[in-house]
């Protein structure tokens, strides 16, 4: 009889194991590691296609993918690759004007990290907290790159890079050779060594726009211009414009339009 009942005991173990072992360990979730996580949460904009307006969605999305089906077959669309500011994604209705311009726009998430601390005070306007923040930015950069060149509909030969503020310092400071052209918006290529110069080959055009106004560089250390940085790279202007809004150039139509025909001469010429 004791037998039986420790047979018994053993049997119902044997039973319940393989359920309490479901219970307690679920399937594996894939792990995202973190720059991968700046471009699964990124916004993307795409161009009409003959569907009536600029598409903004996130990446990957149902909505991405039918509005691609619209463009003729085999053909390959300029890519823009967006850095944003220090406070994170904004200037959507820029981005939906560079679409409306035949652009794919792509602006990586830089806070869809798990770690990502400000590396500017926007009470105080002022940077330079986290430096380490500089050094993601343009991971960021070569990670949206690396990604884009598994993409079909991107044509690898007009990629082009648009940064603003922060992300204007990661546009400079990039040192690839992957883009026909960039834009460099809300900074000055002055400062501390670490941030200070433009790293684009020397061949490539560049635009750089701030506003004159701009409260974030009073100090004369960071209030200058791109002029310096920029040598004599063909078809490249540093401007500095009487804007009174101050910081934000994409809230002036004018640099707009400037910006777009900029690329749009680089991309459809």
Known sequence: MRFLAVA??????????????????????AQVSDIERTWRGATVVLPPFGAGAPLRTTMDSPAMAARLQLIPGGSRVPVVVYAHGCTGLANFAFLERVAEAGFIVIAPDSFARRYRPLQCDPVTRTGGRNLFVYDFRLEEIAFALEELWTRRWADWNRMFLV?????????????????????????????SPHVAGIAAPLNEPILAVRS??????????????????????????????????????????????????????????
């Open 8 to 29: 018994r005991i053993v049997a119902a173990i044997l039973i319940a194991a393989p359920l309490v072992a479901c219970e307690t360990s679920p399937a594996p979730v």
């Open 163 to 191: 940064g603003a503020s922060e992300g204007g310092v990661a546009a400079a400071l990039y040192r690839g050779d992957e883009f026909k052209g960039r834009v460099i918006a809300q900074w000055t290529c002055t400062g």
């Open 212 to 269: 004159a106004q701009d409260p974030w560089y009073p100090a004369p250390g960071v209030s200058g211009d791109c002029r310096d940085a920029m040598g004599d790279r063909p078809g490249s202007r540093s401007l500095v414009l009487d804007l009174p809004l101050g910081h934000d150039v994409f809230a002036e139509p004018s640099v707009t339009l400037l910006i777009v025909d900029f690329l749009r001469n680089l991309a459809f010429r």
